[in-house]
C-alpha cells in the first residue's frame, strides 16, 4: 500500500520568517504520518535552519542538487551536503530548472544517481510542455524523460523513487489536467515500468501528480488509481490551502 504525499514546492517565495510560520503551523495538523507524508521543499538556505527540527510529521526536499559531488561550482550545492544536513528528498528535473537552467536529462539522470549515492529519496520530475501534447508526443517525451534515469540505477533504487508527472502547460496556470489525463499518464508510467522491470517493482513507486493542485480539485485527483498524491506550488504557499491539500491526502 502505498502512503498518500502532499509535497510542496515553496519554489522561490517566503522569507525565512513567513516559512517558519508556515511550516510550524502545519507540524501541529497532527496528520498520521504512516498513511500521509507531508514534505515541504523551502528555498535552500532555509534547510539547514528547518531541516534540524527534525519533525516526524513534515519532512523536507530540497529543491535541487548538483550532478557532481563537490568541487568548483560556485552556487550550488550538492546531494552529500544535503544529506550532512539530515535532508532525505531532493526534487530533481523541475521543469523550471529544465527550462530556465538548461538542464538536461543526462544531468537530471547524475543529480538522481548523487541522490541516491547520499541516501536521498528524488522527487524526479517529467511532463510536456502544450506543443508537445497537442502534437501528440506527450508519452514520448515523458517516456524519454524517466527512461534516461531509470537505465541508470538500480532496480532496488526504483523501488523508492518518486516521480511527479507535472504537465508543464499545468503549472502555475490555473489549468490543472483533468482525472482523465493525469490517470491516463499516471497508468502509463506505471506500465512502462512493470514492463522494463515487474509488476510488483511498479507497484512501489509513487507517481504524484503536479501542475496548479488546489484544495477543490487535490481530493479528486488523489483518489484516481496510479495517482499517490500532489507536488504543489502556489497552493503550498498559503497555510489553509495546503492544509485542504494535505485534509485531501488523508
Ligand atoms: P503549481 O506548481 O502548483 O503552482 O502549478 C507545481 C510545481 O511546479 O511543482
Same mark, same amino acid.
Given at each position: 500500500? @502505498? =502512503? ?13 520568517? #513567513?516559512?517558519?510560520?508556515? +511550516? ?5 495538523? /497532527? ?39 563537490? &568541487?568548483?561550482?560556485? /552556487? #550550488?550545492?550538492?546531494? @552529500? ?20 537552467? &538548461? ?15 547520499? /541516501?536521498? @529519496? ?9 506543443? %508537445?501534447?497537442? $502534437?501528440?508526443?506527450?508519452?514520448? !517525451? ?11 540505477? #538500480?532496480?532496488?533504487?526504483? @523501488?523508492?523513487? !518518486? !516521480?511527479?508527472? %507535472?504537465?508543464?502547460?499545468? !503549472? &502555475? ?8 489525463? $493525469?490517470?491516463?499518464?499516471?497508468? +502509463?508510467?506505471?506500465?512502462?515500468? $512493470? ?18 493542485? =488546489?484544495?477543490?480539485?487535490?481530493? %479528486? ?7 499517490? &498524491? ?9 497555510? %489553509?490551502? +495546503? =492544509?485542504?491539500?494535505?485534509?485531501? $491526502?488523508?
Amino acid at each position: 500500500m @502505498r =502512503k498518500t504525499i502532499a509535497a510542496g514546492n515553496w519554489k522561490m517565495n517566503l522569507d525565512f520568517d #513567513e516559512g517558519r510560520q508556515l +511550516f510550524h503551523a502545519l507540524t501541529k495538523l /497532527g496528520h498520521d504520518d504512516k498513511a500521509t507524508e507531508v514534505i515541504l521543499a523551502p528555498p535552500a538556505p532555509y534547510l539547514s535552519l528547518l531541516g534540524y527540527t527534525n519533525t516526524s510529521s513534515v519532512h523536507f526536499a530540497a529543491q535541487n542538487c548538483h550532478h557532481e559531488d563537490a &568541487g568548483a561550482y560556485t /552556487g #550550488e550545492w550538492s546531494a @552529500r551536503m544535503l544529506a550532512s544536513l539530515n535532508i532525505k528528498h531532493c526534487i530533481v528535473g523541475h521543469s523550471e530548472r529544465r527550462a530556465q537552467y &538548461g538542464e538536461t536529462n543526462k544531468q537530471i539522470a547524475q543529480k538522481t544517481q548523487q541522490c541516491y549515492a547520499h /541516501g536521498i @529519496r528524488p522527487i524526479l520530475c517529467c511532463g510536456e510542455t502544450l506543443a %508537445e501534447r497537442e $502534437a501528440g508526443d506527450h508519452f514520448n !517525451i515523458v517516456t524519454e524523460q524517466i527512461n534516461a534515469v531509470l537505465k541508470t540505477i #538500480e532496480a532496488k533504487q526504483i @523501488r523508492t523513487l !518518486i !516521480i511527479a508527472y %507535472e504537465p508543464v502547460w499545468a !503549472i &502555475g496556470t490555473g489549468v490543472t489536467a483533468s482525472a482523465a489525463q $493525469a490517470q491516463e499518464m499516471h497508468s +502509463f508510467i506505471r506500465k512502462s515500468i $512493470a514492463s522494463s522491470y515487474d509488476r510488483e517493482l511498479a507497484e512501489q513507486v509513487h507517481i504524484l501528480y503536479g501542475g496548479s493542485v =488546489k484544495p477543490d480539485n487535490a481530493k %479528486e485527483l488523489f483518489s484516481l488509481p496510479d495517482v499517490d &498524491g500532489g507536488l504543489v506550488g502556489g497552493a503550498s504557499l498559503d497555510y %489553509e490551502s +495546503f =492544509k485542504g491539500i494535505i485534509e485531501a $491526502a488523508i
